[in-house]
């Protein structure tokens, strides 16, 4: 009975340990997180681009250029366009935890052109019918999101190219 007993309190004291471990290590981990990082790298609603020394990048394919902005939707829809030619890019929309919640590229992109909406639901009701038609309007039921914007650059022939298009994307309110 005697080590049942043991086993028992050695059981929930063990538990107590890991549980305060787990909480004095949140705030370590939470400054690694994503959505930390691109929050110290730029104001909101506007297009960072990474350099190669950045970590988001360091997980990336080498052939392909990332920048990101974040914004929030408690005020105002945001529209994210672009202009230019590249051989390839895509759009991911993250909310804050970094759960992708959209996806496009320049594929399934009406035109193959960047001209994109996001709103939460309350908003979209208002602006749906101002927008234009080609305009993907995607809505999202999140306060803060960001997006990771990436572009394939073949080889260095193209760093204007990808350069400009970058230099061409707003990710601003609707109506600034």
Same mark, same amino acid.
């Given at each position: 009975?005697?080590?049942?007993? /043991? ?10 340990? &890991? ?14 997180? &994503? !959505?930390? #990082? &691109? ?8 297009? #960072? ?9 360091? $997980? ?7 920048? $990101?902005?974040?914004? %929030?939707?408690?005020?105002? *829809?945001?529209? &994210?366009?672009?202009?230019? %030619?590249? *051989?390839? !890019?895509?759009?991911?929309? /993250? ?17 193959? +052109?960047?001209?994109?909406?996001? @709103?939460? *639901?309350? #908003? ?10 080609? $305009?993907?309007?995607? +809505? #999202? ?13 073949? @080889?260095?022939? !193209?760093?204007?190219? +990808? ?14």
């Amino acid at each position: 009975m005697f080590r049942v007993l /043991y086993a028992i309190v050695l059981g929930l004291l063990g538990g107590v340990i &890991i549980h305060i471990c787990v909480l004095l290590l949140i705030s370590h981990y939470t400054r690694k997180s &994503i !959505w930390f #990082q &691109i929050l110290q790298s730029s104001p909101p609603y506007r297009l #960072q681009t990474l350099d190669l020394e950045n970590p988001i990048m360091k $997980t990336s394919d080498s052939l392909f250029r990332l920048a $990101t902005c974040y914004f %929030h939707l408690t005020d105002e *829809p945001v529209h &994210i366009t672009a202009r230019g %030619h590249v *051989p390839f !890019w895509s759009l991911s929309l /993250y909310n804050a935890m970094g759960i992708n919640v959209y996806s496009i590229n320049n594929y399934t992109a009406p035109n193959g +052109v960047l001209d994109m909406v996001v @709103s939460a *639901p309350i #908003q979209a009701t208002v602006f749906k019918k101002s927008i234009h038609m080609d $305009t993907v309007l995607t +809505v #999202q039921n999140t306060e803060n999101a960001f997006l990771i914007l990436r572009v394939f650059r073949p @080889s260095s022939d !193209w760093d204007k190219r +990808v350069a400009a298009f970058f230099a061409s994307v707003n990710c601003k309110r609707i109506n600034d």
